[in-house]
C-alpha cells in the first residue's frame, strides 16, 4: 500500500531511497514490503511519499509522457506570448 504524509513549507531538494521487504518490528510472522520512499527537504516540517514498487512501475511508465506533455505546453504557450508580442510591436514603415 502506497501512503502520503505531508506539512508545507518550501522545498528545497528531494531525496529518494529504497527499502526492502522486511519483517514487521511487533510481529515477525508479517513482512512489510518493498518501497521507495521520495522525500522532500522542507524549510521547516516535511513531505514524504512511500510507494511500492507496482506503485512506482506505474509512475515510472506515466512520467516520461506527463513531462512531455508539459514541455509542448510549455512550447504552445511560448509560440503564443512571442506571436501576441509581434503582433502588438509597431511595424517599421
Same mark, same amino acid.
Given at each position: @500500500?502506497?501512503?502520503?504524509? !505531508?506539512?508545507?513549507?518550501?522545498?528545497? &531538494?528531494? !531525496?529518494?531511497?529504497?527499502?526492502? *521487504?522486511? *519483517?514487521?518490528?511487533?510481529?515477525?510472522?508479517?513482512?512489510? *514490503?518493498?518501497?521507495?520512499?521520495? /522525500?522532500?527537504? @522542507?524549510?521547516? &516540517? &516535511?513531505?514524504?511519499?512511500?510507494?511500492?514498487? /507496482?506503485?512506482?512501475?506505474?509512475?515510472?511508465?506515466?512520467? *516520461?509522457?506527463?513531462? @512531455?506533455? $508539459?514541455?509542448?505546453?510549455? $512550447?504552445?504557450?511560448?509560440?503564443?506570448?512571442?506571436?501576441?508580442?509581434?503582433?502588438? /510591436?509597431?511595424?517599421?514603415?
Amino acid at each position: @500500500m502506497s501512503f502520503i504524509s !505531508n506539512s508545507s513549507s518550501a522545498s528545497r &531538494g528531494i !531525496n529518494v531511497s529504497y527499502s526492502a *521487504p522486511r *519483517p514487521y518490528d511487533y510481529d515477525e510472522s508479517i513482512t512489510i *514490503p518493498a518501497y521507495f520512499s521520495v /522525500e522532500l527537504e @522542507m524549510e521547516s &516540517g &516535511g513531505a514524504r511519499l512511500a510507494l511500492t514498487v /507496482e506503485d512506482a512501475r506505474v509512475l515510472l511508465e506515466r512520467l *516520461p509522457r506527463l513531462v @512531455m506533455d $508539459h514541455d509542448a505546453a510549455e $512550447h504552445v504557450r511560448a509560440e503564443q506570448v512571442a506571436a501576441e508580442k509581434s503582433a502588438t /510591436e509597431p511595424k517599421a514603415a
